[in-house]
């Protein structure tokens, strides 16, 4: 424990773990993204709620579940952190800096997409997860004789909302931006910026930037359309 102890207290260190905790939740996002994509199939939900099932009754799934929101918390704790640290070393900021020549907006509004980020969660979490796991009067469907929830009709009700589905599609324009400076700067933290493979880590970001949240924006605008 007294690795991650001093690691909290450098700078260094806690730039690490912003981007270990970075790198994993973009690889969880990919794996959400497969699992939601299933809300546009033509099935009447039934592909997307067999699904919901399993990742909400398989063990190793709940205990990544857990990894995964202690990641969040500390991705979010830890820039608090440097946002903090940043602001006493230069409280007054630079008079002339030409930061707008030197870096790009999202990556000088991190922590303010990060925030919007982090308010976009707790409303999602309650609206879903929450309330599948804790709430009462969700709907429920029987699939091959098993009952579970018809967790399908519970999200395309919310997505009906068009203040609910456009509250999605503009926090996920906000992830992008976010991602867009977030995915190639996790690398260049852990050091792995060689010159033959930052053009590549970039791009790859950028590509990622744009399909995973574009991906993602598409469901509550397709469910919207639908309803
Ligand atoms: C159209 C977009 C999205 C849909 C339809 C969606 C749907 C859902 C649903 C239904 C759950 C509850 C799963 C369950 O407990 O059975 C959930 C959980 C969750 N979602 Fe999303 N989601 C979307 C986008 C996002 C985005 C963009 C993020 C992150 C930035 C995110 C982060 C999470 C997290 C952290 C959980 C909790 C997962 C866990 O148990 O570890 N979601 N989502």
């Known amino acids: 424990m007294n690795w ?17 905790t970075g790198l994993f939740l973009i690889l969880f996002l990919i794996v959400h993204l497969l699992g939601n994509l299933q809300l546009l199939k033509d099935d009447g939900g039934q592909a997307f709620n067999v699904y919901s099932h399993f990742m909400a009754h398989n063990g190793l799934i709940q205990l990544i579940s857990k990894l995964n929101f202690f990641f969040i918390l500390l991705h979010a704790f830890v820039s608090y952190t440097l946002y903090v640290r940043n602001k006493k070393a230069r409280p007054v900021g630079y008079k002339v800096n030409g930061a707008a020549a030197n870096s790009s907006w999202s990556s000088r509004s991190m922590t303010l997409l990060g925030t919007l980020i982090f308010i976009f969660l707790l409303v999602h979490l309650q609206g879903f997860w929450y309330a599948f796991k804790f709430g009462s009067g969700i709907p429920t469907v029987t699939i091959d004789g098993v009952e579970m929830h018809d967790a399908y009709k519970w999200v395309a009700e919310a997505y009906a909302n068009p203040l609910i589905s456009g509250f999605y599609v503009f926090s996920m324009i906000v992830l992008a931006f976010h991602l867009w400076h977030g995915f190639s700067s996790a690398f260049q933290s852990l050091g792995l910026n060689h010159v033959k493979y930052t053009g590549f880590i ?19 605008i397709v469910l919207y359309l639908k309803r």
């Open 4 to 20: 991650f102890i001093s690691a909290l207290t450098s700078g260094v260190g806690r730039k690490v773990i912003m981007a270990l």
């Open 202 to 220: 970039k791009a790859l970001g950028y590509a990622y930037a744009i399909i995973v949240p574009g991906l993602f924006a598409i469901i509550p």
